[in-house]
């Protein structure tokens, strides 16, 4: 399966509590932070909810 690379590219500051939930569950902490995660729908779907705070590699 392929995989993406999740880097956290803008703070959570002032954002839903949703979506710090989710910029959590990606395992991202700080701005900058990278994961490495399978492309998965469940994962697409959680990018997709924070694409403004997130940018997205394919690998």
């Excluded at 989710?22 to 701005?31: D, E, H």
């Excluded at 697409?44 to 394919?58: A, C, D, F, I, R």
Aim: with cysteine; charged share 30%.
């Amino acid at each position: 399966m392929a995989k993406i690379k999740v880097t956290l590219v803008k703070s959570t500051i002032g954002c839903k509590q949703d979506q710090i939930a989710t910029v959590k569950a990606l395992g991202l902490k700080k701005i900058r932070d990278e994961k490495t995660h399978e492309a998965t729908p469940q994962i697409k779907g959680m990018v997709t909810k924070v694409s403004h705070l997130v940018s997205v590699e394919e690998l």
